[in-house]
């Protein structure tokens, strides 16, 4: 079966940081994009970034560029959003997928979701 | 980035009603467009793939097409679990995008 397990999510005041993880089982980890998406409250979809399947390409939306890292440990099945710099517009329950090819670019999408772990940034 | 529009942004409709959801990229995206349905306080999922390859699990009544600029969402007879939101999103490019999103509510 498989599983996505998000967590590091919490409140955090503007300007700090938060490292979400994301622990995958029931799949062959190194052979699959992890991706991440991000719901705001009330509000639709956002993807934010995305990993191939070797680490070797990171990818990012415009919004979070330059402040959010992707990164992942294929010996630990894990994949990690450092979030830096955070702004009350990143408030979201974010959600980690793993992407039905290895690549990102041409992808066909996310076969399978965690159930979130929600950021929250206020003072 | 690509954006993506989708039409209607929401609709009201009847068990066993068709159901027919547009989405459109501002340019093309081939054929790298993907549906997925969301209920309140749950994950997306994903239904359909690359325009119209239906995920292993879903109802033949959920149906897929388009290319290029152009894509459809159709429900064919909408049951009692259909009632939700729906959203295209497209990989054609290393920025994925989600349209706005289209909610399916009783009418």
């Known amino acids: 079966e498989v599983l996505l397990l998000e967590s590091g999510g919490g409140l955090v005041e503007p300007g700090g940081s938060l490292r979400l993880s994301c622990e995958a089982s029931g799949f062959t980890f190194d052979s699959h994009a992890m991706i991440w998406v991000r719901q705001a409250p009330g509000k639709g979809l956002e993807w934010v970034s995305g990993i191939a399947g070797s680490g070797s390409d990171t990818y990012y939306a415009e919004s979070v560029k330059g402040r959010f890292t992707l990164s992942r440990d294929n010996s630990k099945n894990t994949v990690y959003l450092q979030m830096n710099s955070l702004r009350v517009e990143d408030t979201a329950l974010y959600y980690c997928a793993r992407g039905r090819l290895f690549a990102v670019p041409q992808g066909w999408g996310t076969d399978f979701w965690g159930q979130g772990t929600l950021v929250t940034v206020s003072s | 980035d690509i954006q993506m529009t989708q039409s209607p942004s929401s609709l009201s409709a009847s068990v066993g009603d068709r159901v027919t959801i547009t989405c459109r990229a501002s340019q093309s995206i081939i054929n790298y467009l993907n549906w997925y349905q969301q209920k309140p306080g749950k994950a997306p999922k994903l239904l359909i793939s690359v325009a119209s390859s239906l995920q292993s699990g879903i109802p033949s009544r959920f149906s897929g097409s388009g290319f290029g600029t152009d894509f459809t969402l159709t429900i064919s007879s909408l049951q009692p679990d259909d009632f939700a939101t729906y959203y295209c999103?497209?990989?054609?490019?290393?920025?994925?995008?989600f349209g706005p999103g289209t909610k399916v509510e009783v009418k």
């Open positions: 999103q497209q990989s054609y490019t290393s920025l994925w995008t």
